[in-house]
């Protein structure tokens, strides 16, 4: 990724000179940010493997979210630059570019841009990487982008000589502007997934409920009981809390208590990459206080038409 980039920075600056193109001169940068996080994201690659220690407690999963956070808002600050450049151009009277060049241009870059992302897209299904997921949609981006670039500039060399010629100063800004809003749902996107994780919202409330489940299936015949779950997502860590609140007198040994943990684990590890859990057992429900912040203990029965918190 980092040596596609390179190379696809260098071809849009070379092409940008050569063509006068903002359009091909966005294209550039969009590679040159690549470039940039791809050395970043190096470093943090390692780092999300590492074990906790005694800096870092809990890992370095938060450096993933992170990272792919500031891609969305380099991504996104670009494309809205880019957008208020090709807005005064256009009022400006447009700009004179080599429309030959930027299509042939436009043509190469695509073929280079899919064929990373799709790699990339291959790579990020089969190790679960965020990271991986993320370049190759940064990687379609240039790609849809140079192919918005190739066919604009190549109805600019048919129109060259027809009655439209005195249209074709506007041909680069009007390809720039119609390719940031077609693209800036896509940072947006990243920044939004990737900042509730840092907030630390949790995953989709199905997942919790194979969670309860799970205890269901080792307790339910057995024991009353009440449960409280807390997940957090940070990359391609999913961090799970259950607590289970034991009623009555029965006390269960501790290998029904493991099995429970056992049980917790198979229902869960098929949908996270890497997923680290506790399961809490008590008959006090004033620790899940302690913990939570005053949390309200959950219902194994809900009253009729209500829900489970």
């Not at 379609?140 to 670039?149: C, E, K, Q, R, T």
């Not at 129109?159 to 940072?187: C, F, K, Q, R």
């Not at 997940?231 to 040994?253: A, C, E, F, N």
């Amino acid at each position: 990724s980092i040596i596609g980039a390179l190379f696809m920075a260098a071809l849009g600056f070379g092409f940008a000179v050569l063509t006068s193109s903002d359009a091909v001169l966005l294209d550039g940068f969009f590679s040159l940010i690549g470039f940039a996080i791809g050395l970043v994201s190096l470093r943090v690659a390692t780092l999300v493997r590492r074990p906790d220690d005694d800096l870092y407690h809990f890992g370095y999963a938060a450096y993933e979210p992170m990272l792919n956070l500031s891609k969305g808002l380099l991504m996104a600050f670009v494309t809205i630059f880019a957008l208020i450049s090709a807005i005064e151009v256009a009022v400006h009277g447009g700009r004179t570019i080599q429309a030959g060049w930027a299509s042939i241009y436009a043509w190469i870059a695509a073929a280079g841009c899919f064929a990373i992302a799709v790699s990339q897209r291959m790579l990020a299904k089969k190790t679960g990487s965020p990271l991986l997921s993320v370049d190759s949609k940064n990687w379609l981006i240039d790609g849809f982008m140079s192919v918005a670039v190739g066919i604009a500039f190549l109805i600019a060399v048919f129109l060259a000589d027809s009655a439209y010629a005195h249209l074709l100063p506007y041909a680069d800004p009007a390809v720039v502007i119609v390719l940031v809003l077609l693209s800036l749902p896509i940072p947006f996107t990243i920044i939004r997934e990737n900042w509730c994780q840092m907030l630390g919202r949790a995953p989709g409330e199905e997942l919790q409920e194979k969670a309860r489940a799970a205890v269901a299936r080792v307790l339910e015949a057995s024991y009353d009981y009440d449960t409280k779950i807390r997940m957090d997502q940070l990359g391609r860590l999913t961090y799970v809390q259950l607590y289970v609140v034991l009623k009555g007198s029965q006390d269960p040994d501790v290998s029904r208590l493991d099995g429970c943990r056992s049980a917790v684990h198979d229902a869960l590890k098929d949908d996270f990459d890497k997923l680290a859990f506790d399961v809490i057992f008590t008959r006090d429900p004033r620790w899940i206080g302690v913990s939570v912040g005053s949390a309200v203990v959950s219902s194994k029965h809900p009253p009729q038409g209500g829900s489970k918190r």
